[in-house]
């Protein structure tokens, strides 16, 4: 049974930075594009970064671009989310999911299995 376990979230000032990781289990990750989601209070799942299988691209939501980074380390079935620059906007409980398709998506619905979060709170 494949499981995905995020970790990493937590309470930081404006400006700081975390790192989430998410580690997988019941199957490797080598075959899967995988992408982070998040979802603040009483608002809609939004897309925030995908990273293909091999790692070879990655894409962001304008919103985070150029303070986010996707990364992956087949070898430890291992996604990070490095997050830099944080905003109080950021704040939302941040997911992990994983999709076989040939192409990276930035559809919620094209993924398949989820994690079950990790809160991010950035305070002003």
């Known amino acids: 049974q494949v499981q995905l376990a995020e970790s990493g979230g937590g309470l930081v000032q404006a400006g700081g930075s975390l790192r989430l990781s998410c580690v997988a289990s019941g199957r490797p990750l080598n075959y899967y594009n995988m992408a982070w989601f998040r979802q603040a209070k009483g608002k809609e799942r939004e897309f925030a970064a995908a990273i293909h299988a091999t790692g070879a691209s990655a894409y962001y939501a304008d919103s985070v671009k150029g303070r986010f980074t996707i990364a992956r380390d087949n070898a430890k079935n291992t996604v990070y989310l490095q997050m830099n620059a944080l905003k109080p906007e950021d704040t939302a409980v941040y997911y992990c999911?994983?999709?076989?398709?040939?192409?990276?998506?930035?559809?919620?619905?094209?993924?398949?299995?989820w994690g079950q979060g990790t809160q991010v709170t950035v305070s002003s």
């Open positions: 999911a994983d999709d076989p398709s040939l192409y990276v998506s930035l559809t919620r619905s094209d993924y398949n299995y």
